[in-house]
């Protein structure tokens, strides 16, 4: 139950397209859902996140799409940019700062 | 705002010694402090959280008496690798609950262990 599903594991856009990465969780208790973009041996870095009284928001290029009653959510990367290719996690955690709960991660590539 | 500044970025220990790894709130109080271990190609994968002033609190599965973690104060936990092994080499990354700004990640670990 504690589970979040991502998919897909790797992805391959042409620049300028639009990036699309999918989650899914079970536990309904979960009311934080952050998306994560990490670069080879760094931290992971706040993309941008969602919470469930939304079922949208928007960043720049970046867009979380939440379906609170399908229990899943989403992100968009819009005009994807060679600068964007990295691995991108999604999370969810219950209550503040409780731990989050990853999901498997998605490895963008994004080709110039 | 909401920094936390991880040390060392790489190490590289001989089999049997000890490695700590420092976590650093900057501008922010940590009252928690979460540790992560990350494998190759793979997610983060909770080891541990630490509260400050009280024993950490361990996942299944994960040594406690290897991983010996310290939140003595506000803005500072550690983690020590004990008697490290080749098997213990790593990425080891530490999160914070920062407010407003969500979770903080350090910029992670290298270890390894030969």
């Known amino acids: 139950q504690q589970q979040v599903k991502q998919s897909p594991q790797s992805l391959i856009v042409q620049k300028g397209g639009i990036s699309i990465i999918n989650c899914a969780y079970e536990?309904?208790?979960?009311?934080?859902f952050p998306w994560y973009q990490q670069f080879p041996g760094k931290g992971p870095a706040l993309l941008i996140a969602?919470?469930?009284?939304?079922s949208e928001k928007k960043e720049g290029r970046f867009t979380i799409s939440f379906n609170k009653s399908a229990k899943q959510f989403s992100l968009h990367i819009m005009d994807s940019q060679p600068g964007d290719s990295a691995t991108y996690f999604c999370?969810?955690?219950?209550?503040?700062?409780?731990?989050?709960?990853f999901g498997s991660g998605t490895q963008l590539t994004v080709l110039p | 705002g909401a920094v936390v500044s991880q040390h060392p970025s790489w190490v590289i220990c001989k089999s049997g010694t000890s490695v700590k790894i420092e976590c650093r709130s900057l501008?922010?109080?940590?009252?928690?402090m979460f540790w992560y271990r990350q494998f190759p190609k793979q997610s983060l994968m909770l080891m541990a959280t630490?509260?400050?002033?009280?024993?950490?609190?361990?996942e299944q599965g994960v040594e406690k008496d290897k991983f010996l973690i310290n939140h003595a104060s506000l803005t500072l936990s550690t983690l020590t690798v004990t008697s490290a092994h080749p098997e213990d080499s790593s990425f080891y990354i530490c999160?914070?609950?920062?407010?407003?700004?969500?979770?903080?990640f350090g910029s992670g670990t290298r270890l390894t262990v030969v």
């Open positions: 630490s509260n400050e002033g009280s024993k950490a609190t361990y």
């Open positions: 999370a969810a955690s219950p209550l503040s700062a409780r731990q989050l709960t």
């Open positions: 999160s914070a609950p920062a407010g407003s700004y969500g979770y903080t």
């Open positions: 501008d922010f109080q940590a009252t928690t």
């Open positions: 536990n309904t208790a979960f009311d934080y």
């Open positions: 969602i919470r469930p009284d939304v």
